[in-house]
């Protein structure tokens, strides 16, 4: 299969084609004057993290941020606004009060937080520390009976000390990786990793080890262990969090279980190899919320003006989901609040758009991308058959935003080779702001892979990592603090161009071969 | 001034000079391979910090490691095994609980400790949290009689939004930095900082600002506010600890004072300045250990054998004590366990010293170098009126451990010309630990200064930086984790190897120009 490089692309055509790819150039200007120089999008960051809280899938915070951007899209004067159910998620869930210290050998108050979805201790409980050594489900024989209300913590002999990091927590992408990005081959579609049969592998053990992990978790239901102490990967008082329990409205009960800084558990896991008693005590409030199990997405418009342009969509978004133990400011309050300054850039310069433009805040992606393969699904097709409606046909693109708050240095053109060219045109102006890197790499993890799946552009800008990686995805410390307010400024306006040029551009974003369907279609 | 380097005297002082420098090569073979291959190091420094835990002074946990020390030298056969009172100290303190969270906008629990000798709160409170605007206690005047019960949180307008930061927390000495510290000049002995008019301006600056937080702080206890909350400096969860409260028996009552993370701190803020309401819940509980004053040095020896020199001494040393918010692994356990490592070395390596060898570890550093300062004071003169004792000559020299984990690359010969070389030659056989480099710079801040300022060699050791600085100095989250093991090995290594020589030299150590005396002796 012939392999095509962006550069040899960039050259092969010519620059005839561009003609029709802008947007008008006041637009463009007023686009960067009101970004750059009126920009909210510190404001808008503030109310979705310090004012509605974390905001996990169903959750109260979620709810507070969502009834929020819908007054504030209304009082933007954008139309259609409203919240979406996007299908059935399950419970919310939220902490209503985290307590945990060691008591013995010595007062010591813990850095952690339950786990999502577990619930409450019976009360304030206090209890010995019990050590588990156990990696099978008759490891645990020995402990029965004598778990019912005891803190629990089990021995993993894999777990290294922390190690020292002589790497920077805050990182920029280099113009050398940015360089590498952009000469990025494209990868054959469909093309599956050389190593499926490891894969595959790994996900036999995979499922073994939940299995494994499911039955212990029976077992300590069963003896009605009174918590359970888990480990938090993460330094210096970062911790982040993994899934944490079943949501759903008929889930299994679990334990009470914490997950605790690596420092506080692996200093509790030293005391008990070494034979000291350690005894904790701890108060867990957790509350489920049951009586709506829709999920929701929040929806928004600025109405096209073309006659017969005004049907297709220019779709932009990113999740409004977070974790619980921090306000989820880089995951996503950043790229939601980005993605609502260019809304709010555009209907302030009264940007009269030919295509219709529209801005979905997405829920539960923490879960598995839910909102938006939900709403793709209702709106535009199932991607398991690949039976499309005739919507599927209206949306010119949808670009997300996802990557914490690092300047946006370019795009994931997403293996589009006929997009990537018109992407290169539309940052040309952003030189200034370094970002004009198009890759034809792929990126993952997130909502624009819900349209790529049904054959719609869907792209996801690249941007620099910060301390995305290292502090703050899924983290305790994913808060305000962490936005870079020049980046988010900067990352508004480009995508607001990149709207304004899809809303204006004569035709839509070309299309890469629609996907083949894993599954024949049903009759 | 003609000013000397260390390259340069080296050069000019013959080979003949360090025939007698060495103890015997059995002896320093026998200690390198005890200590790098039979280390204990990490056991005695998971007594020190984990199992006794935080230790401030004349608190519970440092009785704990001092109990514990006096064992642990006494199972080795140290002689002259005790604890030595150095002087009033005043209150001992502890943590028993700490619980603090906002409940409104949403529930949040904050990262943070009591200040060290503060008092509870009047069990579990709730309230408010009131933003005081008050740079000078004039400006309290419209919140009287409207703070009782409530926490508070000072709006500090300087306070400036946490900065990303691109360089490691984790660093090591480069060869070039090592370099620049064998070149540095001796500074002249006696010669005061040119900026002494500025510093004086400080200073009067300080006392005033002291003057205006005693009176604020006597406010607020008239009041009888419920807490106050300050700002801890740190970041991603990590925060440093600052001076707490009086802890003298007499000192003047204070309010309940919580130092909370920055982003809890920095949260609170940015929402009470927005206008939104704040509620929190809190329940904080510390004791007070006035039973003793007495601070306490652990001191043990090998004593000397030569039956002239058996009455001289060489003493190594580091501080027990530490900050109250995690179990000062850094500061100082890693100093502390070095010391009592090279203690233990020598004794299993049955090495029968000429002269007296003496381990101090030192309590209330943390608080002004108290218990060095006491011991100094009790043995060896007056700093004041350099009025000094017979023993005074008999301390050949002392040699310190207080930067942290890392590595040793060397020592700071506190402008000692006559020293120097002596080193120089001693760390020798250390290229392979990367540990050669001799400095004239002095390093302040910690337990030599009490020696050098009666005139005798103290020094302290130089050490990769690591996290010290940026993570561990004082703050929550030094802890075990942070200790590098090889690190310590060859430091205990090291040291041990300078005690031996120090031991068997036949000269002490050569001594600089006594210093003047600030104060004319009392008559």
């Given amino acids: 299969m012939k392999k095509l490089t962006l550069t040899a692309m960039a050259i092969s055509l010519s620059i005839s084609l561009f003609a029709q790819e802008k947007a008008d150039q006041p637009t463009l200007q007023k686009i960067r004057q009101e970004g750059l ?6 404001d808008i960051a503030f109310q979705i993290t310090d004012v509605a809280g974390p905001r996990l899938s169903n959750s109260p915070g979620l709810k507070r941020a969502q009834d929020w951007a819908v007054q504030q899209f209304t009082s933007w004067g954008l139309k259609n606004v409203h919240l979406e159910a996007w299908g059935e998620f399950g419970r919310g869930w939220q902490i209503d009060k985290y307590y945990a210290a060691t008591t013995l050998p010595y007062y010591h108050a813990i850095i952690g937080a ?21 990696d099978t489900i008759t490891d645990l024989a020995p402990y029965k009976g004598k778990l019912a209300g005891k803190i629990v913590l089990f021995d993993q002999v894999t777990l290294q000390p922390l190690a020292p990091s002589y790497k920077p927590d805050v990182v920029r992408y280099s113009d050398s990786t940015l360089n590498k990005m952009a000469e990025a081959e494209i990868q054959p579609q469909g093309q599956r990793s050389p190593r499926a049969g490891a894969a595959n592998n790994m996900m036999a053990q995979m499922m073994k080890m939940r299995a494994t992990r499911a039955a212990m978790a029976s077992f300590m239901k069963d003896e009605q262990v009174g918590m359970i102490l888990s480990y938090a990967r993460g330094s210096y008082g970062t ?4 899934n944490g329990a079943p949501y759903a409205l008929n889930a299994t009960p679990v334990s009470p279980e914490l997950e605790i800084s690596a420092e506080d558990y692996l200093h509790i896991l030293r005391l008990l190899r070494a034979g000291q008693k350690v005894e904790m005590e701890a108060d867990i409030r957790t509350s489920f919320y049951d009586q709506d199990p829709q999920g929701y997405n929040v929806i928004a418009e600025i109405p096209g003006t073309d006659r017969k342009l005004k ?9 409004y989901d977070s974790w619980h133990s921090a306000t989820g400011a880089t995951d996503n309050a950043a790229g939601a609040a980005v993605m609502m300054e260019a809304m709010r850039i555009l209907k302030t310069i009264d940007f009269k758009p030919k295509r219709t433009i529209r801005i979905a805040l997405w829920s539960s992606e ?15 097709g199932d991607p398991k058959t690949m039976v499309l409606t005739k919507d599927q046909k209206k949306i010119s693109a949808y670009y997300n935003l996802d990557n914490g708050t690092g300047a946006i240095r370019g795009i994931y053109a997403q293996g589009n080779t006929a997009a990537a060219p018109i992407f290169k045109e539309w ?10 890197t198009v890759t034809l790499s792929n990126t993952g993890g997130t909502d624009h892979l819900a349209f790529d799946a049904l054959g719609i552009p869907g792209f996801q800008f690249i941007q620099d990592p910060m301390d995305y990686n290292t502090r703050t995805h899924h983290s305790n410390q994913d808060t305000f603090d962490r ?17 304004a040029h899809t809303a204006e551009r004569k035709d839509q974003i070309p299309r890469k071969e629609l996907p083949k369907a894993p599954e ?4």
Same sequence: chains 1, 2.
Avoid: C
């Fill in 311 to 319: 049907e297709e969509v220019v779709m932009i978004g990113g999740h």
């Fill in 427 to 436: 940052l040309s102006p952003f030189q200034d702001l370094g970002a004009t």
């Fill in 520 to 523: 024949a279609p049903k009759k």
């Fill in 483 to 499: 936005l870079a307010e020049e980046d988010l400024k900067r990352a508004a306006t480009i995508v607001a161009t990149f709207v």
């Fill in 366 to 380: 923490e879960q598995g991308l839910f909102g938006s393969r939900g709403y793709v699904a209702k709106h535009f």
């Fill in 114 to 134: 339950p786990k999502a979805w577990t619930p409450s201790t019976k009360g304030p409980i206090k209890s010995e520390v019990i050590l588990i050594k156990a």
């Fill in 239 to 242: 911790f982040f969090t993994s």
């Fill in 37 to 42: 120089e009126n920009s909210k999008i510190m």
